[in-house]
Every structure is written in C-alpha cells, then in structure tokens.
C-alpha cells in the first residue's frame, strides 16, 4: 500500500489480492471451527464465514485481473487490455452475484439443522470462476508473455495454474480447503515477485 516504486494501480491490486487472501483463509478457519456449533455466535459465524470465503473466491480472481490488466497497460504499453479480461471482470462480478443470490435460494450450499454446511445442487457453478476466469487470463498471459519480464510470467503462471489444479482436486476432495490455501499461497507469492521484478 505505502510503496512507491509500483504504480498506483498496481498497489491497490496487489493490496486487494492480499487482503482478500488474508480473509478468505481466516473466515475459511472460522467456519471449520464453529461448524455444528448450535448456539447464536455459532449459527451466525457459519453463515457469515461461508458466505465471505465463496464471496471473496470470486473477489480474488477480480483483483488479479486488475493486476494483469495495470501489467498489460503500464508495463506492456497496451492501450486497451484485451476483451477477455473484461470478461473475466463480468465473470467475477456474477459469480459474486450468484453467492448472493444463493443466500436465499440454497443452490451453492445450504445447512442443516446441526449448523453444519452442505453442498447445494448447484454447486459446482461456484467453482466456473475459479477455474474458467484464470484460464481465460492465464490464455491472456500466454499470448502476451513477451511483454513480460520473465520473473513476473513465472509469477503469473504459477497465480493461474496452481489454484485452478487445487480447484479442480476440491471437487473430489471434500472437506479440506486446498483451493483456498493455494490461493493465499500464490498471491502472496506474486507480491514477492513483483518486487524481485523492481529490485
């Protein structure tokens, strides 16, 4: 946030991506901790923490296409980001959307009368962002890699495919919050390297 040697954008990109990381992992922990738990403090901390950590799986993926799309136009002297990251944009928008809307309908994921979470019918809609809005950027990534230094393509590869493999391995893997922890791991990985880049 206080650092001048990156652009403003940039900055408030890499702020985003972290905080959201930073939420993401703690409310993920919350609602482990107080899943079945049937008091009051319980019954709100499971909904408002399921709620923020597949909020904020959308968030992230937004806040890495501000970082992409400040690369592309500073770095990369692009005057217009390509169309996809404005779709990717859309796509994050409505995926947030989707959570919301999900808090009154149940299709992502509902709870049972224990306070414990499950798995809606329309689950799997909340994983097309995490895995169609980073391929999308990482084919966004690949086409423009020379207008990268090869530090930070190594960090933008590695933002887009290590969370969409954990991803793809959730869907089978219930009950562990893979995606979630790569995801804190790779964004903390690209605000080093972006700062590897400067120095």
Not at 59 to 70: E, G, P, R, S
Request: glycine fraction near 6%; charged fraction near 15%.
């Amino acid at each position: 946030i206080v650092s001048r040697a990156l652009s403003k954008r940039r900055r408030l990109a890499l702020s985003a991506m972290e905080i959201t990381g930073m939420l993401l992992i703690t409310f993920d922990r919350m609602a482990y901790i107080y899943s079945g738990d049937t008091s009051r403090t319980g019954f709100i901390m499971v909904r408002v923490s399921n709620f923020i950590v597949f909020f904020m799986t959308s968030m992230i993926v937004y806040a890495f296409n501000m970082y992409l799309t400040d690369l592309l136009t500073e770095e990369g002297k692009m005057e217009e980001p390509p169309k996809r990251l404005k779709v990717v944009n859309v796509m994050a928008i409505l995926g947030m959307l989707l959570i919301v809307i999900s808090q009154f309908t149940g299709i992502i994921y509902t709870f049972d009368e224990m306070n414990r979470y499950h798995r809606g019918s329309g689950f799997l809609l909340c994983y097309v962002m995490p895995i169609l809005g980073p391929l999308i950027q990482l084919s966004v990534a690949i086409q423009f890699r020379k207008k990268f230094s090869r530090i930070i393509y190594i960090s933008l590869l590695l933002y887009l495919i290590v969370p969409m493999v954990a991803s793809i391995i959730q869907i089978f893997a219930y009950g562990i919050s893979l995606t979630n922890m790569m995801i804190v791991l790779v964004s903390l990985s690209t605000y080093i390297f972006a700062f590897l880049d400067i120095n």
